[in-house]
């Protein structure tokens, strides 16, 4: 490509508004790929979260947007312009790391005002940016404490006030709620989500916890042996997940294998391995409609009725027996055997009665109610 033709390149990026680009990027580690030809475009001002089992290359992808990294090939651009030759500190992208990462012999005025002072910023300008910081995370109080004197949620805090008084285009958060308790933790989503609106920035967060992931993001990419297998909003990711693998990461689902015996605009007919035949609404989920071969079909806990007698309104139902009930107060969660052999997980709404194990039951659900995906 010339040098024109690729500044138009470049540009054509900041001009839809992304501020972070991943082209064809891989990274391998001693011969083997941790990330294998990512492409992301991140918007300005998105909360984006990328997510993904232990091990599927979340860290590595965010690590080569910070600059910790530099990819085996492929390119990553920030505002348009490639990042390839440029060091992490001259990167318009602050992390905020699980560890907190702050230094024990600073206070926290010294962990904050760190960056300012190698950059060589005058004393003014280093004072009032700090306490713009701290204000943000409302620490004001706590400039001449040391790290060891703060709880977890504290530091983490200060972490995020170090990386924000840079002014980043970009903040990467690695697994930032990692460390904390659990009610600790939703309150610090709470705090991420008021920052984020407050400030407008583009956040850029790694996680495996999916509520997290959901709860938190404008858009998820959800990454898989390193790879993106989706990029969606969250509801796009749970009630249209485009492979048995997204579908079963996130949220609880019920997976049946299977084969289409019969296809029309409007319905699927599929029978499954253990025999039973199901009818599914087509969907576009994945691209092309599938209307032959080997499928998966995903019905998720929730939209399973259960009844004591078969249910003729419904497209699916299936005869089978309670093997488990667990009360969950708002919810009963039940698992049932179905004649095939099939197990599947159902979630109903706590009611009065709620049926004892060994109950015979009839599960049912609407051809709308699951999913056909690529087998
Ligand atoms: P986790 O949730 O456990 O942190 P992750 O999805 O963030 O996992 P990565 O840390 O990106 O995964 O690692 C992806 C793969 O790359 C793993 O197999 C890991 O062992 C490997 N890997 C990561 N960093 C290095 C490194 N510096 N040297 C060698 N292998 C590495």
Known sequence: MSQTATQ???????????????????????????????????YKGEFFSILGPSGC??????????????????DVLIRGASM??????????????????????????ENIAFGLRIKKRGKGEIHDRVQEALKLVKMESFANRFPSQMSGGQQQRVALARALVNRPTVLLLDEPLGALDLKLRKEMQVELSNLHHELGLTFVMVTHDQEEALSLSDRIAVMHEGKVEQVGTPSQIYDRPQSAFVADFIGDTNLFRGKIEGAHPAMLWIRTASGLKMKVQPSDVSGEPLTSGAVVVS??????????????????CFEGRLQNVMYLGTHVHYVVQLRSGDQLTVRQPSALHVPEADTPIFLSWQAHDCLALPG
């Open 57 to 74: 290359g979340k860290t590595t992808t965010l690590r080569l947007i910070a600059g910790f990294e530099s990819p085996t090939a492929g």
């Open 8 to 42: 138009n390149h470049q540009l054509s990026g900041i001009n839809i508004g992304l501020d972070v680009e991943l082209r064809k990027v891989f990274k391998v580690f001693n011969g083997e790929a941790a990330v294998r030809g990512v492409d992301l475009s991140i």
């Open 299 to 316: 019905v998720r806990p929730e939209k399973v009725t259960l009844g004591f007698t078969p249910d003729d309104e419904q497209t699916n």
């Open 84 to 109: 390839l030759n440029v060091p992490p500190y001259r990167r318009p992208a602050n992390t905020v790391f699980q560890s907190y990462a702050l230094f024990s012999h600073m206070t926290v005025w």
